[in-house]
């Protein structure tokens, strides 16, 4: 059992540590971006402007349909064959944001078509503008029902954070693989850790949007 | 001075003809009942006053805006003409008082001190200032819609609209909704345009009642001529049916 500690020395408990400020510092960046510019593109979709959302609904749409990885290649190998050299971290923050704006652009959308047509002729009659009716009204009721569906999404979007080591960056997981590379009595030890790390941090997040929940209803 | 004036507005929803050649003059405050059996387009038609369906031809004038010009601010139309729901369409996020309050914060930028004084003084004109701090799902059918004439009311509009605003109460509610409505029509300038089929009310309260049917205006009488003259066999028809209930 003593050998099942070994796993955890002073260093490579802090190499593990680093690597999950690195995938807090991910998650945390992307969900913050991506709630305000999936936000956005949902809006953008349900106004139906002409022309420009369908072009923004297509985008959205190829952007769904692809795999998280193959964005987060796109955006570290691809994107410097077109003078764009993001650091890796930031090539990961990119990839990250605009999956789930898409993915979350798609529940902001249906929140605010779930939203009863009544209160926007309500507001609109009452002499609120579009904008007003937007802000005071709709948005609130659409985010109320929206915060099971974009928990759900923040949390797969810090679990995809794992996806990263592909592109060798140094976030937990990564530094997981670096650590049980070192001896095979440590996998089960680090996989354990990790999962213990992973949960912890999800499960945190569902907690504060239970808080949320209960705050805003 | 008219308020609302119709010229042969044609109003399609695809190829539908919803409205069919309306002309209609409201002067500054009439209280005008508009009655017809459902689907003749009394809701469309008074819809359209304030922007919430789009007319195709014609021409239509409300308040001296003219509608059919898409240059036309629909928010300052808006400003001085409430609606009342069938559906209420209280804002479910907010109390019964803020509901009040908002649009006359937002759009008239009315001071808090007094738009707040304003919204108490209506919640006593509709009978539910102990409501207040309640918020519209805690509420009655009859009390949401007594709520939602005040909101209408904050604005001080010049004209408000009715449309069917007993039509999804229960029975013993309505009779509250109606004194209130039967208050403002006596106790205030307002032109009133109110899509019923309440008679009592329309005989209480009307100046003049227009009947409606498949689109068409198809009598247009004061309210002592209608109900005991009526000129048109549908009209005759159709009170002779809602009469025995």
């Given at each position: 059992?003593?050998?099942?500690?070994?796993?955890?020395?002073?260093?490579?408990?802090?190499?593990?540590?680093?690597?999950?400020?690195?995938?807090?510092?991910?998650?945390?960046?992307?969900?913050?971006?991506?709630?305000?510019?999936?936000?956005?593109?949902?809006?953008?979709?349900?106004?139906?402007?002409?022309?420009?959302?369908?072009?923004?609904?297509?985008?959205?749409?190829?952007?769904?349909?692809?795999?998280?990885?193959?964005?987060?290649?796109?955006?570290?190998?691809?994107?410097?064959?077109?003078?764009?050299?993001?650091?890796?971290?930031?090539?990961?923050?990119?990839?990250?944001?605009?999956?789930?704006?898409?993915?979350?652009?798609?529940?902001?959308?249906?929140?605010?078509?779930?939203?009863?047509?009544?209160?926007?002729?309500?507001?609109?009659?009452?002499?609120?503008?579009?904008?007003?009716?937007?802000?005071?009204?709709?948005?609130?009721?659409?985010?109320?029902?929206?915060?099971?569906?974009?928990?759900?999404?923040?949390?797969?979007?810090?679990?995809?954070?794992?996806?990263?080591?592909?592109?060798?960056?140094?976030?937990?997981?990564?530094?997981?693989?670096?650590?049980?590379?070192?001896?095979?009595?440590?996998?089960?030890?680090?996989?354990?850790?990790?999962?213990?790390?992973?949960?912890?941090?999800?499960?945190?997040?569902?907690?504060?949007?239970?808080?949320?929940?209960?705050?805003?209803? | 001075?008219?308020?609302?004036?119709?010229?042969?507005?044609?109003?399609?929803?695809?190829?539908?003809?919803?409205?069919?050649?309306?002309?209609?003059?409201?002067?500054?405050?009439e209280t005008v009942v508009l009655i017809g059996p459902s689907g003749s387009g009394k809701s469309t038609l008074i819809r359209t006053i304030n922007g919430l369906e789009e007319i195709e031809e014609g021409q239509l004038e409300v308040d001296g805006f003219d509608l059919h010009d898409p240059k036309t601010d629909m928010n300052k139309i808006r400003k001085n003409v409430g609606m009342v729901f069938q559906h209420f369409n209280l804002y479910n996020n907010k109390t019964v008082i803020e509901n009040i309050m908002l649009a006359p914060r937002l759009v008239l930028k009315r001071d808090e001190a007094e738009n707040k004084k304003i919204a108490m003084?209506?919640?006593?004109?509709?009978?539910?200032?102990?409501?207040?701090?309640?918020?519209?799902?805690?509420?009655?059918?009859?009390?949401?819609?007594?709520?939602?004439?005040?909101?209408?009311?904050?604005?001080?509009?010049?004209?408000?609209?009715?449309?069917?605003?007993?039509?999804?109460?229960?029975?013993?509610?309505?009779?509250?909704?109606?004194?209130?409505?039967?208050?403002?029509?006596?106790?205030?300038?307002?032109?009133?345009?109110?899509?019923?089929?309440?008679?009592?009310?329309?005989?209480?309260?009307?100046?003049?009642?227009?009947?409606?049917?498949?689109?068409?205006?198809?009598?247009?009488?004061?309210?002592?001529?209608?109900?005991?003259?009526?000129?048109?066999?549908?009209?005759?028809?159709?009170?002779?049916?809602?009469?025995?209930?």
């Amino acid at each position: 059992m003593s050998e099942f500690f070994d796993a955890f020395t002073g260093a490579n408990l802090g190499y593990l540590m680093d690597g999950l400020g690195i995938t807090v510092g991910v998650s945390v960046i992307s969900v913050v971006l991506s709630l305000i510019i999936g936000s956005i593109i949902g809006i953008i979709l349900f106004e139906k402007l002409p022309y420009f959302s369908s072009l923004v609904g297509t985008l959205n749409n190829i952007v769904r349909n692809l795999p998280l990885l193959l964005i987060i290649f796109f955006t570290y190998f691809a994107l410097p064959q077109f003078g764009v050299h993001l650091p890796i971290f930031w090539a990961t923050v990119v990839a990250m944001t605009g999956f789930q704006s898409a993915m979350l652009a798609e529940i902001v959308r249906g929140g605010l078509e779930a939203v009863d047509r009544g209160q926007f002729e309500g507001a609109r009659a009452n002499g609120l503008s579009n904008m007003q009716t937007m802000i005071h009204i709709v948005l609130p009721q659409a985010y109320k029902k929206m915060i099971p569906p974009i928990i759900s999404q923040l949390i797969s979007l810090v679990k995809d954070t794992s996806l990263a080591s592909g592109i060798v960056l140094a976030e937990l997981t990564y530094r997981g693989q670096i650590v049980y590379a070192q001896n095979s009595n440590y996998i089960v030890p680090v996989l354990l850790f990790m999962t213990i790390v992973y949960f912890l941090l999800n499960y945190g997040l569902s907690l504060i949007a239970k808080w949320f929940d209960r705050r805003l209803a | 001075m008219s308020m609302i004036e119709f010229k042969d507005v044609q109003k399609y929803y695809g190829d539908f003809h919803a409205l069919y050649d309306i002309n209609l003059k409201i002067d500054a405050g009439e209280t005008v009942v508009l009655i017809g059996p459902s689907g003749s387009g009394k809701s469309t038609l008074i819809r359209t006053i304030n922007g919430l369906e789009e007319i195709e031809e014609g021409q239509l004038e409300v308040d001296g805006f003219d509608l059919h010009d898409p240059k036309t601010d629909m928010n300052k139309i808006r400003k001085n003409v409430g609606m009342v729901f069938q559906h209420f369409n209280l804002y479910n996020n907010k109390t019964v008082i803020e509901n009040i309050m908002l649009a006359p914060r937002l759009v008239l930028k009315r001071d808090e001190a007094e738009n707040k004084k304003i919204a108490m003084e209506l919640l006593e004109q509709v009978g539910l200032v102990d409501k207040a701090n309640a918020m519209p799902s805690s509420l009655s059918g009859g009390q949401k819609q007594r709520i939602a004439i005040a909101r209408s009311l904050a604005m001080k509009p010049k004209a408000l609209l009715f449309d069917e605003p007993t039509s999804a109460l229960d029975p013993e509610m309505i009779g509250d909704v109606l004194d209130v409505m039967r208050d403002i029509a006596k106790n205030s300038s307002m032109t009133m345009l109110v899509v019923t089929h309440e008679m009592s009310f329309a005989k209480a309260v009307a100046d003049r009642v227009i009947f409606m049917a498949d689109g068409r205006i198809l009598e247009d009488s004061s309210t002592e001529a209608f109900f005991d003259n009526p000129k048109e066999p549908r009209a005759k028809k159709f009170l002779s049916q809602v009469e025995h209930h």
